[in-house]
């Protein structure tokens, strides 16, 4: 740290800027290495001596190599998915920037002015002319060849984790691909991305503890919000029949391997519809988001082959007769039933596969199956025995939703700190018509996990929650290396 605190005070020496320097490229690295990928050293010879501004850049990146070879050397800079060697020459560049060459560390990030060529060996490369120095690193990077392994240290410092680990870049990029290929799809079938209340009055739409805040000036307490299903379906209500939210929850509960206690969810809801519906638009959502991710509609997830173009249906009871051991009846509703799938089928769900007609006692906002009022026109999608979405049709009939409410509220007296809470206003929204409906939530995390092959949800969120670090035991640690 005192070494590289010295390399501060030379670069300034030098006239540059350690610190803060706007610079402006003409291309990025992906697109220099685009352009020129299939160009031979003859051809960018041949084009600078047509036109010395055809191959010439202006490009920047941090340091990932330092190879210095007498009056002459090499560097290799990255940005984006591209790297690129420039090739400084002590005869090509001003005194000053080959002095700021001699003093480079990787991790540093500069800018350069050059020409774009072929070295002797093949290699694509810049030849610089003008050097730029933007900013320092005082912390030494992890050893190149073994990258930083270490779980804790990557969840913690996902900035050094980007860094080093060129797969975890890739990560967030097909996240970034999936979440635009789900807000494509639906704004393709006219639904439009609201906005609903984080904090809130009163918590509903999940079965979940809720985290709570206070408002100094209102002086009333707050819940972070479990999920907006009961604010997006009064925009229903109102008018708004097709609406999505690719919304942040929060729920006061444990961690593991397919829990944060903040995540990412896709809900939508769509008038005029119902869970068949919903199945329907979740079979096209799923296919295209794999498509955006992976260019193909199978993938491989810890060793299964999932396949994203072929999603199965059965009822929950039918998966109960299918894995339960034999003789299990499989013929009852209720809590009964729940209990055998959760322990006989969902670890055995490894395809997608929609698992429709929950009990009524772990429904209440769904509709009742008109056939049989033991279970609800619901579903919920399991893949490699984790729950992705879940979807109803919606329980509009204000009545039976009091009803159901109190059915709740029972089971909260009877120790069921989960279990939903009676909301008036919601109530009062149903009473004004809302329309027939189906709605659905999708976990992001989770599905970006089976389409970027990562077992932890930790490795799919940039910044998962964790213990705290000690403040002051972290600022201990700077200040000795300084």
């Given at each position: 740290?005192?070494?590289?605190?010295?390399?501060?005070?030379?670069?300034?020496?030098?006239?540059?800027?350690?610190?803060?320097?706007?610079?402006?490229?003409?291309?990025?690295?992906?697109?220099?290495?685009a352009t020129h990928l299939s160009a031979t050293g003859e051809e960018l010879e041949a084009a600078r001596a047509v036109s010395p501004t055809g191959v010439s850049v202006k490009a920047c990146g941090r340091i990932q190599t330092v190879r210095r070879m007498g009056k002459a050397g090499f560097v290799t800079v990255q940005q984006g998915n591209s790297?690129?060697?420039?090739?400084?020459r002590k005869d090509a560049v001003a005194e000053n920037d080959y002095a700021l060459y001699q003093?480079?560390?990787a991790g540093d990030i500069i800018g350069c002015d050059g020409y774009v060529f072929r070295t002797r060996t093949g290699e694509l490369s810049i030849h610089v002319e003008r050097l730029y120095f933007l900013s320092k690193i005082l912390l030494t990077l992890?050893?190149?060849?073994?990258?930083l392994e270490d779980i804790e240290i990557r969840y913690r410092q996902r900035y050094l984790d980007l860094i080093v680990n060129p797969d975890v870049r890739q990560v967030f990029l097909k996240r970034a691909k999936i979440i635009g290929s789900l807000r494509r799809q639906l704004e393709a079938h006219d639904f439009i991305e609201v906005e609903t209340p984080m904090m809130q009055p009163?918590?509903?739409?999940?079965?979940?503890?809720?985290?709570?805040?206070?408002?100094?000036?209102?002086?009333?307490?707050?819940?972070?919000?479990?999920?907006p299903e009961l604010y997006l379906k009064r925009l229903t209500v109102g008018g708004l029949d097709r609406v999505y939210e690719i919304n942040r929850n929060f729920r006061n509960e444990g961690v593991s391997f397919k829990h944060n206690p903040e995540f990412t969810m896709l809900e939508f809801y769509q008038a005029y519809s119902n869970y068949?519906?919903?199945?329907?638009?979740?079979?096209?959502?799923?296919?295209?988001?794999?498509l955006a991710a992976n260019g193909a509609t199978v993938c491989e997830y810890q060793g299964h082959q999932l396949d994203f173009g072929n999603i199965q249906t059965m009822t929950m009871q039918e998966a109960v007769r299918e894995f339960a051991p034999a003789g299990t009846d499989w013929n009852v509703a209720g809590h009964e039933l729940v209990h055998k799938f959760e322990q006989y089928c969902e670890p055995n769900l490894i395809q997608?596969?929609?698992?429709?007609?929950?009990?009524?006692?772990?429904?209440?906002?769904?509709?009742?199956?008109?056939?049989d009022p033991r279970f609800t026109e619901r579903f919920e999608m399991f893949i490699a025995g984790m729950e992705v979405a879940?979807?109803?049709?919606?329980?509009?009939?204000?009545?039976?939703?009091r009803r159901r409410f109190e059915m709740q509220l029972e089971a909260r007296e009877k120790g069921d700190d989960e279990a939903h809470r009676l909301d008036e206003d919601y109530l009062r929204a149903l009473s004004y018509g809302m329309p027939p409906a189906g709605g659905e939530g999708i976990g992001v995390d989770r599905l970006t996990m089976l389409l970027t092959d990562n077992r932890s949800i930790r490795d799919v969120i940039l910044f998962p929650l964790l213990r705290p670090e000690s403040d002051i035991g972290m600022a201990a640690k700077l200040r000795a290396l300084e």
């Open positions: 740290m005192a070494q590289r605190h010295a390399r501060v005070r030379e670069i300034e020496a030098l006239g540059f800027k350690p610190y803060g320097q706007r610079f402006d490229f003409t291309q990025t690295l992906d697109q220099i290495v790297r690129i060697q420039l090739y400084i003093i480079l560390d992890p050893e190149k060849f073994h990258g009163l918590y509903g739409g999940a079965a979940a503890r809720p985290f709570v805040t206070h408002h100094n000036t209102l002086d009333i307490d707050l819940y972070m919000r479990i999920a068949q519906g919903m199945i329907e638009l979740t079979r096209e959502l799923l296919r295209e988001a794999a997608p596969t929609i698992i429709c007609d929950h009990p009524v006692e772990i429904s209440p906002l769904a509709m009742r199956k008109p056939e879940n979807a109803f049709t919606e329980l509009n009939d204000p009545q039976e939703q």
